[in-house]
């Protein structure tokens, strides 16, 4: 079976600050992994996904994310963080051998970066 | 413009009553879906379909129904027997089954008085 999990409900950041949200996973084999990012009353907007290659994976808006099968982690971190940053993040990994199954998400974390 | 169009944005229904929400998208993906989002919980999936006239049941198929009868349409309706269907529902579409992201609806909130 494959899960997601997103220890953190809330982060909270300092305008300026490097931010991190944190993504572990658990599945049988390589993982497929993506960040979405979700805007009051809004639908999901794809940021980033590792595939395979190279662990640094850079996607939209200046954030990147770091694949890390050791701990298996992929959190989502940007240098820089913006107010307009804030909004729900959600973390979300498939396993390529589990035949038809569709994309698992966590749970959700609430960033917010503050002025 | 290419992308996904729920309707209606709000909906207001009273208990008991059957209600569908729409899904369109016009990106010709093969695969659909649609995902419950409730404060704290996520995103949980319903249904999803991979091709047309066929579709599999998610983790919380119960109360809901779906047809797929065309490429571009993907309904779903929340039937009477759903127990708690105040939520907002999510659509979303994918080119392929195994690698492609998920493009999203901007979603369908349904308030059940």
């Known amino acids: 079976a494959q899960s997601v999990a997103q220890p953190e409900d809330q982060v909270n950041v300092a305008e300026g600050n490097p931010l991190t949200v944190k993504c572990t996973y658990s599945?049988?084999?390589?993982?497929?992994l993506f960040w979405y990012v979700q805007y009051p009353n809004r639908g999901l907007q794809f940021l980033l996904k590792?595939?395979?290659?190279?662990?640094l994976v850079k996607g939209s808006y200046g954030f990147e994310a770091e694949f890390n099968k050791s701990q298996t982690s992929f959190h989502l971190k940007k240098p820089s963080a913006l107010v307009s940053d804030s909004a729900l993040y959600f973390c979300?990994?498939?396993?390529?051998?589990?035949?038809?199954?569709?994309?698992?998400f966590g749970k959700g974390t609430r960033l917010s970066v503050i002025a | 413009d290419g992308g996904i169009t729920q309707s209606p944005k709000y909906l207001f229904r009273k208990e008991g009553q059957n209600v569908t929400l729409s899904c369109e998208q016009n990106?010709?993906?093969?695969?659909m879906y649609w995902y419950r989002q409730d404060p704290g919980q996520g995103l949980r999936l319903i249904y999803y379909?991979?091709?047309?006239?066929?579709?599999q049941k998610g983790d919380i198929a119960e109360g809901y129904s779906v047809s797929r009868e065309k490429k571009e349409s993907f309904p779903l309706t929340v039937t009477s027997a759903q127990k708690n269907p105040t939520a907002f529902y999510l659509c979303?579409?994918?080119?392929?089954?195994?690698?492609?992201?998920?493009?999203f609806g901007e979603g369908s909130r349904l308030t059940v008085l």
């Open positions: 599945v049988s084999g390589n993982p497929y």
């Open positions: 990106l010709n993906h093969d695969a």
């Open positions: 979300a990994v498939r396993d390529p051998n589990s035949g038809n199954t569709p994309l698992v």
């Open positions: 379909s991979q091709i047309v006239n066929d579709f």
């Open positions: 590792y595939i395979t290659g190279d662990n």
């Open positions: 979303a579409s994918s080119i392929g089954w195994n690698t492609g992201e998920l493009f």
